[in-house]
């Protein structure tokens, strides 16, 4: 009789220089469907899913060890905080108290600054052998740490929580007031990592009526949003992401692409925020969220300086990313939705990505 695959295995994934071993969870299944997840960073590793015949690929981008992960800040995979995006001009104002960052980006601060939620140890809190396993990684970031107040005790959990459904649950608690916004940055391509191609075919819906316009640093810019309408940023009705990419647009020629978040609105419960279709594989990826915003990257400073998995060199548009978190530089704008978490609060983010294939008719309620 042929053992039955457990759903859950955890192995070695190599060192860090300072000697800490790193582990990887991996949580399986039905039809194949994987995931991968490293206790660096907290990082989704690898994403396995069939496409359309069946075929099963690897359709986020990270490296085969924990040194790769180590020697380059790519943030592929990885669990961003203590603030996801950019705070402008590394500082902040709360309760009448300076906040003064690391600055990493510029003059700004970005993804939590140099020592940031991607380049620390996660530990390995829980893990849960059922028809949907998960696994929780948790970190205690002290009080101070890269310029931060509060003591913040954060856990995020990776469920397999439906065939083909992935969610990933951020919770937090502070002894102090603080901000706080947490995201998960895996790099996506739903024709697989291995084939090597780009995303621009990939067809695109955001369920955003606005965005946020930025300067040449990527900080939104004063005032309020500006609506998608009549812009090569409307993606209501699904466009390819490559369809006006190069069209002669400011906000395009900022950031050579799209690198911009999309205002989803307040929301308590998980609502569908994001459809992507690849039309040579069939893959379809549905993300749901609770967050505020949406940061969609087009992949557009991927530049093939080091290699990742299948030895490939990742080059611009070669991926994208969508980022649900809390807007940028909100602890700057009284006119955002608050990004601030008190004690006795508890900080919630729930994203679910739901896989399926073109064949299967789309999207699932």
């Not at 069939?50 to 075929?55: H, M, R």
């Not at 940061?295 to 080091?306: H, R, T």
Request: glycine share 12%.
């Amino acid at each position: 009789m042929v053992k039955p695959t457990p759903a859950i295995t955890r192995d070695g994934f190599g060192t860090l220089a300072d000697g800490r071993a790193v582990e990887r969870v991996t949580l399986r299944g039905a039809g194949g469907f994987e995931a991968r997840i490293i206790t660096y960073g907290a990082a989704l590793q690898a994403l396995l899913v069939p496409d359309a015949k069946g075929a099963l690929a690897d359709i986020v981008l990270g490296h085969d060890d924990a040194a790769g992960y180590e020697a380059r800040r790519d943030f592929y995979g990885a669990t961003i905080g203590r603030f996801a995006n950019r705070i402008a001009g590394a500082a902040f104002t709360l309760d009448g108290e300076r906040i003064v960052l690391p600055a990493n980006d510029g003059a700004n601060t970005l993804h939590g600054g140099p020592g940031g939620f991607d380049r620390v140890l996660w530990s390995v809190e829980a893990i849960e052998e059922s028809d949907t396993p998960a696994v929780t990684l948790r970190h205690v970031s002290p009080d101070g740490e890269s310029g931060f107040p509060g003591s913040l005790d954060v856990r995020v959990s990776f469920r397999l929580s439906a065939p083909g459904e992935l969610t990933i649950s951020y919770e937090a608690v502070t002894d102090r007031p603080t901000v706080v916004s947490l995201t998960n940055h895996s790099f996506f391509n739903l024709d697989g990592v291995a084939a090597g191609g780009d995303i621009l075919d990939h067809v695109l819906t955001l369920a955003a009526d606005s965005f946020l316009p930025t300067n040449a640093e990527a900080i939104p810019l004063p005032g309020p949003p500006r609506p998608v309408a009549g812009t090569p940023f409307d993606f209501r009705s699904g466009a390819a992401i490559g369809a006006r990419i190069r069209e002669d647009d400011a906000q395009l020629r900022a950031g050579r692409g799209y690198d911009h978040n999309f205002c989803l609105g307040i929301s308590a419960q998980p609502r569908l925020a994001a459809r992507v279709e690849a039309t040579s594989s069939g893959r379809v990826m549905e993300l749901l969220t609770n967050q505020p915003g949406l940061q969609f990257y087009s992949g557009n400073f991927l530049d093939g300086a080091a290699p990742g998995k299948y030895g490939r060199l990742h080059r611009q548009s070669d991926a994208f990313c969508l980022e649900p978190q809390a807007w940028p530089d909100a602890p700057n704008r009284g006119d955002f939705p608050s990004a601030r978490l008190d004690p006795g609060e508890t900080y919630r983010h729930v994203s679910i990505y739901r896989f399926s294939t073109a064949r299967d008719g789309g999207m699932r309620a």
